[in-house]
Each structure stands twice: as C-alpha cells, then as structure tokens.
C-alpha cells in the first residue's frame, strides 16, 4: 500500500516538473522578461489535454489583480493531447469566455470573432499559443512563436484571461496552480 502511495507521488512530482519545464520560467517579449507567476495541466476525464502558464512582471496570487492589470502579460497553452483540433479548441475557448462574461459573450463577440479569426489553422499536439497582453494595444494571439492576430482593448483580455483565472475558471485547481506558483497536475 505504503508503495503505491509513494508511486503515485513521485507520479504526480515528475509530472509537475515537467510542466515547469515545459513551460519555461520566463517569457522574452520584446526587450521585456515576465516570469512563471504558476503552472498547471487541464485534464479531463483522466486525460491531459494542455499545459498553462501564466506570465506576469511581479509574481501574485490575486486572480483580480491580474485579470484587472493594463501591464504586459501572457498565457501560455501547450496542448498535449492529439484530441485536440481546432473545433474544439475554439469551442472550448468560446464556452469559457461565456463563463469569463457570465453568460454574456455577445459584448464581445466581435473580439470573440477576431480571436476565431486568429486561431484559424489546424491544431495538433505540441502546438503552442501564447496569448500575450501588451498595454494600450491589445491581446497578441501566437502559435507557435509566430503572430496570428491581435485584438485591441483591455476588455478582452479580461474576458480571455477569466477562462482560466476568474471566478468561475473551467478548472479551479489550475486556476489555483496559475497564480500559486506551483505546478499543478490536476
């Protein structure tokens, strides 16, 4: 017994670790460095679908803080799951800016529509996106380290951060791990 439960730990430690890894514990944008301010995986039904990191200049733990702040930031997502294509991604990212928004995406479905726009390649495993924040400008929208759109105002980041960090995020403990510091594998 006392075996399986160390397993499972040194499991879920080496699995943590590699999300720190993979994520990397700064993002150059620019001439400016944001650090790993947390990590986590979002699974579901036991399978791990993508990696997020969430990049700030000041490390915190205040989820308002953050989705608030008109200061260069970013999040990363690394999908690790073939399942993934671009249907679902955009069907997952649509479900949680209706949550972000509770339950009134219509106030930006223009951006809504600017980020399907930008997220119009197909998808696969391994793909990155990062979704980098810059002030008075917008929402970068990357994959893969190159530029696929951008969607002006602070609004939208707002709404798009919320997936992961608002009140009502599609998974709390990565909501958690995000702005904790740590590295989650839930």
């Known amino acids: 017994m006392l075996r399986r439960v160390l397993l499972c730990f ?7 670790s590699t999300v ?16 790993l301010n947390g990590a986590g995986v979002r699974t579901k039904t036991f399978v791990q679908i993508y990696e997020s990191g ?10 308002k803080a953050v ?12 999908i690790t799951s073939g399942f993934v294509n ?11 800016l209706a949550q972000s928004t509770n339950g009134k995406p219509e106030t930006l479905a223009r951006e809504t529509e600017q980020l ?18 810059v002030p008075n400008k917008g929402l970068h929208v990357l994959k893969n380290g190159k530029v696929q759109g951008m969607i002006p105002g602070l609004a939208f980041k707002q709404a798009l951060f919320g997936v992961w ?17 740590k590295h989650s594998s839930y």
């Open 86 to 96: 671009r249907a679902s991604l955009v069907a997952s990212l649509q479900e949680g």
């Open 10 to 16: 040194f499991m879920f430690a080496s699995i943590a």
């Open 116 to 133: 399907q726009q930008a997220l119009r390649d197909e998808v696969k495993k391994n793909d990155v996106f990062d979704f980098v924040y």
């Open 165 to 181: 960090l608002s009140d009502s995020p599609v998974d709390k403990e990565l909501r958690q791990a995000m702005l904790a510091g």
């Open 54 to 63: 969430l990049y700030l200049q000041t490390p915190t733990q205040n989820a």
């Open 20 to 35: 720190h890894a993979e994520m990397g514990s700064q993002l150059k944008i620019g001439e400016q460095v944001l650090q």
């Open 67 to 78: 989705l608030d702040g008109d200061e260069l930031m970013a999040i990363r997502v690394r």
